[in-house]
């Protein structure tokens, strides 16, 4: 079975600084794909950046980078540069490579931006 | 602009009451699920279908039924036995083969808020 941790119910950040958001995943699968996406209070489903388990690179997407740690079962998400914007909830995803491709989220970080 | 709609944004449920929620994609694509949010916790998958008149049960598939007779089109249905209907509902859709990766090019729609009252 497949599963997401995150175990940083709410975070703060000052504007401007960079922050780290916490996600561990666990599988006996050799092909998976693990994502972040961010929800603002609208609800909806915001797809931020991906990472193939063999991608060999860390994904970068703008502000946004993927610290992935292949051994450590890790996929962190780097914002830098926080903007207010930014305030949000963000869940950790992960999908398999077998049959329907389900994703499976983790119960996610609240991020809240001071100015 | 291709995307996922869903409507309503908001509905209201009495007791006792089957409601359909809508979900529609013009993204071509042949993947689409279903998934119930509530506070606190991530989303949870109830149904998916990866091709027309196919669907299977996700994890929480009880007190709920879907039907895919369109590609574009994969209605839920809250029936009355879902004891605990009130949550945010959202809906995806995915191509089945991503040249990208395992799982990449998943969308969402904008969900549905659903209160029994």
């Known amino acids: 079975a497949q599963k997401i941790t995150q175990t940083q119910p709410g975070m703060f950040v000052q504007e401007k600084e960079a922050v780290t958001l916490d996600c561990t995943y666990d599988?006996?699968?050799?092909?998976?794909?693990l994502f972040w996406y961010k929800q603002p209070s609208s609800g909806e489903m915001i797809f931020l950046i991906y990472q193939g388990s063999y991608d060999e690179q860390n994904a970068t997407e703008g502000r946004y980078s993927l610290n992935f740690q292949k051994a450590r079962k890790s996929a962190n998400l780097v914002i830098s540069a926080s903007q207010l914007g930014d305030s949000a909830m963000y869940f950790c995803?992960?999908?398999?490579?077998?049959?329907?491709?389900?994703?499976?989220f983790g119960t996610g970080t609240k991020l809240q931006v001071i100015p | 602009d291709g995307g996922i709609t869903q409507s309503p944004k908001y509905l209201f449920r009495k007791e006792g009451q089957n409601v359909t929620l809508s979900c529609e994609q013009n993204?071509?694509?042949?993947?689409m699920y279903w998934y119930r949010q509530d506070p606190g916790q991530g989303l949870r998958l109830i149904y998916y279908?990866?091709?027309?008149?196919?669907?299977q049960k996700g994890d929480i598939a009880e007190g709920y039924s879907v039907s895919r007779e369109k590609k574009e089109s994969f209605p839920l249905t809250v029936t009355s036995a879902q004891k605990n209907p009130t949550a945010f509902y959202l809906c995806a859709s995915r191509e089945n083969r991503s040249p990208r990766g395992t799982g990449y090019g998943y969308t969402f729609g904008s969900g549905t808020r659903l209160t029994v009252v």
């Open positions: 993204l071509n694509h042949d993947a």
């Open positions: 279908s990866q091709i027309v008149n196919d669907f």
């Open positions: 995803a992960m999908s398999l490579s077998g049959g329907y491709q389900k994703v499976t």
């Open positions: 599988t006996s699968d050799q092909s998976y794909g």
